[in-house]
């Protein structure tokens, strides 16, 4: 059974209709890319799954329990993390404090800075910096502080979007060695990535969405073969 | 000037600095958290004084005549309505508008503080005019070096310094501190770490009221009186050292309502000796004149932040 099922969502902001009958399986412990063009919705979908843009229809399913219609902590609490976007680190934070805010469920401090030791072996480069302002760092740094962000939560499942945006090709590389590593822990991925080539490479299935629709999905090897998608995409 | 009257100017200044930060704190962090302005936070800890008053005359039916146990209720009392006024203003007037333009949200608030200002005036026992506040402190004042130093006063301004560090110390080392900071940089990404937003604004406005109703009390025990529109003055002046300081800054607040007194102090002191007909009644004037040429000067206050970096 699938780990998250998304059931044919229309998702809006302000009766701007994004998303029309998405639907979507996120199989266990296998990592699920979402490709598709700028402004084709693939952030909305991770939105309406986080439920930040809730759907107006449809249903998604986490472990088969609806999550509609519930506020994102408690979609959080299911077991849930998510690396936003633009990384969307706390500026005025050290790292630390970043890192604390993604085990923000958690009250055993034991615990918190075991994972903290987990994630700091992860990015070394993050333990240097402890105590910097996390705003203070480069772009690949505040990523590194993102992924650190979402991995302190031991969430069942992680959803990445855009982890490599803007950052240079030696991060890129960084990054999808990375996301690897988080699946071979366990951790089951959505990810939404801009490399369609690498991101086929690591990821089981994927999805192509186009202009608010489903357009095509598959295993990556059938959506490498596929010709639209070649056409859009390797062309 | 004597250095008597010197040390009575100071520590006068110092304590409606303290009382001024404490105001000032809440208009900050409820900007920091829901980029609003809650004007009836004057009124909440005004309505915080009247409910320390009642909790005096309660204690006082029932027989307890130890200032410190009349001092502790009253405290505790104000503490817990003050707190829960501003989760309830929070909850029903500011949360519901947060999609509506922030005017509305300034509207809405300033009109509650009238409600509340009103409605004090009406219900309490001959509102309209100024009631005693109970002088619960020692009077004994310590000769120091030429100086009389009022136990009284100590006793606020160390309270007052202790409440402003206690504040310190939650908000950058406790577990909600992280959350309100975390609510307060990116709302959407706190959410997504898992935090109750709504549940935090409730606590971030139940901190910011007690903490002003605190101020409120410290005022009351100084001055010995309180009356029912005393929220309308220290709300604009909290407001003006929380702008002062940089809406939003905590540290800012806090430097803000101190800076007010100090312009408060030089209006009420200095001026008369330049300018001999300046009564100086009209230091509010002056110290208002200041804050404005000062926003002026600095328009994001004089901790300037980065609109997006806050708290
Ligand atoms: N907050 C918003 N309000 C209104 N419309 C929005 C909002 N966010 C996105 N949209 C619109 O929704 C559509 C889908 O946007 P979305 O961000 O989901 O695309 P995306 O696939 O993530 O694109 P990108 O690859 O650029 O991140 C776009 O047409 C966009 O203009
Ligand atoms: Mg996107």
């Avoid at chain 1, 910096?129 to 705003?135: I, M, V």
């Avoid at chain 1, 822990?185 to 991101?199: D, K």
């Avoid at chain 2, 100084?222 to 929220?231: A, K, M, N, P, R």
Wanted: proline content about 4%; charged content about 15%; glycine content about 10%.
């Amino acid at each position: 059974m699938a780990l998250l099922s998304v059931q044919g969502i229309h998702t809006a902001y302000d009766r701007v209709n994004v998303l029309h009958d998405v639907s979507l399986d996120v199989e266990p412990g296998k990592i699920t890319c979402i490709l598709g063009s700028n402004g084709s919705g693939k952030t909305t979908l991770i939105r309406s799954i986080l439920g930040l843009t809730p759907p107006n229809q449809g249903d998604i399913v986490f472990e088969g329990a609806s999550l509609v219609r519930l506020p994102t902590h408690e979609i959080i609490a299911r077991g849930i993390a998510c690396i936003p976007e633009g990384r969307r680190i706390f500026p005025k934070m050290t790292v630390e404090e970043n890192l604390r805010t993604g085990a923000y469920r958690l009250s055993d401090s034991a615990e918190i800075t075991r994972r903290a030791m987990q994630v700091y072996e992860l990015f070394p480069r993050l333990k240097e910096r402890r105590t910097q302002l996390a705003g203070t760092m480069s772009g690949g740094e505040q990523a590194m502080v993102s992924m650190g962000r979402g991995l302190m939560g031991k969430p069942k499942m992680l959803i990445i979007d855009e982890p490599s945006l803007g950052l240079s090709p030696l991060y890129v590389k960084e990054n999808f060695r990375i996301i690897r590593e988080i699946n071979g822990m366990g951790i089951t991925v959505l990810l939404v990535e801009q490399n369609v080539r690498q991101t086929l490479v690591i990821a089981h299935h994927g999805y192509v969405l186009s202009q608010g629709r489903m357009a095509a999905s598959g295993t990556t090897e059938e959506l490498s073969a596929d010709a639209e998608v070649q056409a859009a995409y390797f062309g | 000037m004597s250095l008597d009257i010197f040390s009575q100017y100071l520590i006068n200044c110092l304590m409606l600095g303290m009382i001024y930060a404490m105001v000032a704190v809440g208009f900050t962090l409820f900007f920091g958290v829901l980029d609003v302005i809650q004007f009836a936070h004057g009124d909440v800890l005004m309505a915080g004084g009247f409910g320390a008053l009642v909790a005096y005359a309660a204690t006082q039916a029932v027989g307890i005549a130890n200032s410190w146990v009349q001092l502790l209720l009253m405290v505790v009392s104000t503490t817990v309505m003050t707190a829960a006024l501003g989760a309830l203003v929070a909850r029903f007037l500011v949360l519901p508008l947060r999609n509506a333009p922030p005017l509305n949200t300034l509207l809405i608030t300033l009109m509650m503080g009238m409600v509340l200002r009103e409605a004090v005036r009406l219900v309490y026992p001959n509102g309209s005019n100024p009631q005693p506040f109970p002088s619960l402190l020692p009077h004994d004042a310590w000769r120091v070096g030429g100086l009389d130093l009022r136990v009284d006063s100590l006793i606020l301004l160390v309270v007052g310094l202790l409440l402003i560090a206690g504040l310190h110390l939650l908000i950058t080392r406790s577990k909600l501190g992280l959350a309100i900071r975390a609510v307060a940089q990116d709302g959407e990404t706190a959410r997504v770490m898992g935090i109750n937003f709504n549940r935090i604004v409730l606590l971030t406005f139940g901190l910011g009221s007690a903490m002003g109703a605190l101020g409120g009390v410290m005022r009351g025990l100084y001055y010995t009186e309180i009356t029912f529109d005393v929220g309308l003055l220290l709300g604009v002046i909290g407001f003006a050292a929380a702008i002062l300081g940089g809406l939003g800054n905590l540290y800012g607040a806090i430097l803000g309502g101190f800076l007010f007194a100090v312009l408060q102090a030089i209006g009420a002191v200095a001026l008369p000796v330049l300018l001999p007909d300046f009564p100086s009644a009209y230091k509010d004037v002056f110290a208002f004149t200041v804050v404005i040429v000062l926003i002026g000067w600095k328009p994001t206050g004089l901790i300037a932040e980065k609109t997006s970096e806050r708290v």
